[in-house]
């Protein structure tokens, strides 16, 4: 099956890339690559222009990544201070807050102002080049401020989703070595508070090193600061110097952490660097959005998200865009929100995830339809595969089936979009991601690593490497190496599964690690069983994904508790509450299955594949059981499963 085909169109007319264009960029970057990257880096501005683009092998013996590597720039100067002379009273972002209507509007002059005054803040803090800022913010201005503050003075900034608790922020904080925290009094969610400074009171307990926190009023709740240590952002500001001269970076120095869950242990700290990050967030924006001169982008994702970083904050700015910061969520005050919100600032592309579309819809169409949307020019998808039905929808009701939707396939680790339609080049497919941009080499890839031409179905990798790709594992040079290119020798291997149709379409099927992706959010395994088992009753957990008619997927526990214990369903709301207090909201266990032993090999290994079954309600067809320590472990998982 190839799919349902929805020719480019009309989109067609006045679409700068054209199906030839994208065809011939694509064999030039395939041909002749440094040519190709040579030119094309020149989308962003040098402060000490580059000799040549590519230098990387993905070989252990003499592995490395650097793009562009003698070149100087820097990326908040590409995304403020080149835009002054022409564009300088156009306004950069459009703050839209959690109740309907708040608004708040800054001009890419307001901005470079106030992102130098942050600038000098920081520096005044004592903080230099190199030095690691977490940011624990809600989606205000002040958080691109913060971003693009420390892109201006050097330093590397790890922002820290606000939905993360107290200890997933110590853990953060600790991991890189922040001696500064940037957060607010409180953030504001679907009409709720969330306590971001007490979080942070209470992660610092575990992070002495830390000497400053600074405190954006969000909501001016009255919050303890602790002398010597806590300052109000907004002082600091109004007494700091609106000029404040950009670093020049080196191509490859650190720009930004952002930890992110792995299959395995505590998430990773993935590192991007300057300049191949700015030519991939700068070049995509452009061309996968086919951003025009005037519009306004919207694009939904948090910035403590990746797709926050790339597509709100610095692709967006960098091209000289309106972008929209939204901090309430689509549910509030009404399922209407994100359309009476499109059509009262005039959104012409939106950017969301299937889990919204999935959840919007179950709403009914009323919703969309008593708004007009006519704004709206392209709709994008983002953050797990979107099923044909939602996209079917997002095509045909919210975008009146006149808006292409761009399924955009990328990861944390990519630092920005790889595959995707480009719209006016690419006939559509609900469901397929499409193809691969200009420079990208997606492969497909059997068990035993050998290469699948053609139509197949396997594991996806990418046979080499494009500018935007993550530099390393913050302070863990052979994690980087061991967990991306030890699997397929040589090439870089993504974690997801991928069927490539006769078009030469691609379908990502979901991870094939033990990531689940829940939301659009990853989640490790790994660090939901941790948070299980240092609850004191708890002796053992194991956790697979479970297929989610809205989230995509869910989180399905298997726990075995302590001798002499008792399930209990009140044991059951409280370890799942547990969860949710330990990593966060995201984190929380859709089902929990007390159980009394998981089935392990007689080497003691956990056999997910059976658990994965039995989560998705497939209790026939369990395969081989046969190396199991103790088999008759099977009949008893699938007896109680209706209790989850
Ligand atoms: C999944 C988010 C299908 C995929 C940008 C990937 C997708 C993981 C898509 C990365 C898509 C992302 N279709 N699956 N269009 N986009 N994914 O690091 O499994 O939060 O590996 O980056 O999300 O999630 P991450």
């Known amino acids: 099956m190839t799919g349902k085909l929805y020719p480019v169109g009309d989109a067609a007319s006045d679409a700068r890339i054209t199906r030839a264009d994208y065809l011939r960029r694509y064999a030039e970057a395939a041909t002749d690559p440094e040519a190709y990257w040579m030119r094309e880096g020149l989308c962003v501005d040098w402060i000490r222009p580059y000799t040549r683009a590519k230098d990387v092998s993905f070989h252990e013996v003499d592995f490395r990544i650097r793009w562009f590597p003698d070149g100087e720039l820097n990326l908040s100067a590409n995304c403020l201070d080149r835009h002054l002379a022409e564009r300088g009273d156009q306004v950069a972002i459009i703050w839209e807050g959690d109740e309907q209507g708040d608004e708040r509007r800054i001009s890419y002059r307001e901005l470079h102002a106030e992102v130098c005054r942050f600038a000098n803040v920081l520096k005044a803090q004592g903080v230099r080049r190199s030095d690691r800022v977490t940011i624990y913010l809600p989606m205000i201005i002040e958080a691109a401020v913060a971003m693009l503050a420390c892109a201006r003075v050097g330093a590397i900034h790890s922002v820290v989703f606000g939905g993360f608790s107290p200890d997933a922020l110590a853990g953060r904080i600790q ?32 992070c002495p090193e830390v000497e400053r926190v600074v405190v954006v009023r969000r909501t001016g709740a009255d919050v303890p600061m602790t002398p010597g240590r806590d300052l109000w952002y907004d002082r600091l500001v109004a007494d700091a110097s609106p000029e404040c001269p950009s670093e020049p970076m080196g191509a490859e120095d650190p720009l930004f952490i952002l930890y992110t869950s792995g299959s395995t242990g505590k998430p990773k700290g993935v590192l991007h660097t300057t300049g191949g990050y700015a030519v991939w967030t700068t070049s995509t924006f452009r061309d996968v959005f086919d951003y025009r001169d005037g519009e306004l982008f919207w694009c939904t994702a948090d910035v403590g998200w990746v797709t926050g970083h790339s597509y709100v904050v610095y692709g967006p700015l960098a091209n000289g865009a309106t972008t929209v910061m939204f901090d309430g969520v689509p549910s ?38 008593r708004h007009s949307r006519r704004s709206l020019r392209l709709l994008g998808s983002v953050g797990e595969p979107i099923n044909p039905e939602a996209w079917d929808w997002y095509h045909r009701i919210v975008g009146d089936g006149r808006c292409p939707i761009v399924d955009t396939w990328w ?41 699948l031409d053609g139509p197949a179905e396997g594991n996806l990798c990418i046979a080499d490497s494009w500018p935007g790709q993550m530099r390393n594992v913050w302070g863990d040079d052979q994690r980087f190496f061991q967990t991306y290119f030890t699997t397929y ?9 991928c069927r490539r149709d006769a078009d030469g379409y691609y379908w990502i099927t979901g991870r094939v ?25 708890v002796s053992e957990a194991a956790v697979v994904g479970m297929p989610h008619d809205v989230k995509g997927q869910g989180i399905y526990a298997f726990v075995t508790l302590n001798a002499g214990e008792v399930a209990t369903e009140r044991l059951r709301d409280e370890l799942r509450q547990w969860v949710r207090r330990e990593i966060g909201p995201v984190a929380t266990p859709d089902a929990l299955q007390f159980t009394p032993a998981l089935p392990k090999t007689r080497s003691g290994k956990i056999m997910r594949r059976i658990l994965r079954k039995i989560a998705e309600g497939e209790t026939s067809g369990l ?22």
């Not at 919100?341 to 919703?367: C, F, Q, S």
């Open 623 to 644: 395969g081989d059981t046969s190396t199991l320590a103790d088999p008759a472990v099977v009949a008893q998982l699938v007896a109680d499963r209706g209790s989850a």
């Open 175 to 206: 991991g890189c070595g922040s001696k500064v925290v940037v957060t607010a009094d409180q953030g504001c969610r679907g009409g709720k508070r969330i306590p971001l400074k007490a979080n942070v009171d209470e992660a610092l307990a575990r």
């Open 332 to 369: 509030y005050p009404d399922h209407g929100r994100l359309w009476e919100t499109v059509d009262r600032l005039g959104v012409n592309t939106l950017y969301t995830a299937p889990t919204a579309i999935r959840a919007l819809m179950r709403e009914g169409d009323e919703w969309v339809t």
């Open 489 to 497: 020798p040589g090439k870089y291997f993504t974690g997801d599964g």
């Open 513 to 537: 690690d033990d990531v689940i992706n829940v939301s659009g959010h990853r989640m490790g395994t790994a660090e939901v069983e941790s948070a299980l088992v240092a609850h004191r009753q």
């Open 411 to 451: 990861q944390t680790e990519t630092g920005g979009i790889l595959i995707s339609p480009l719209p006016g080049a690419t006939d559509l497919k609900p469901g397929s991601a499409c193809l691969p941009l200009p420079g990208v080499r997606p492969v497909i890839v059997d068990a035993d690593g050998d290469e």
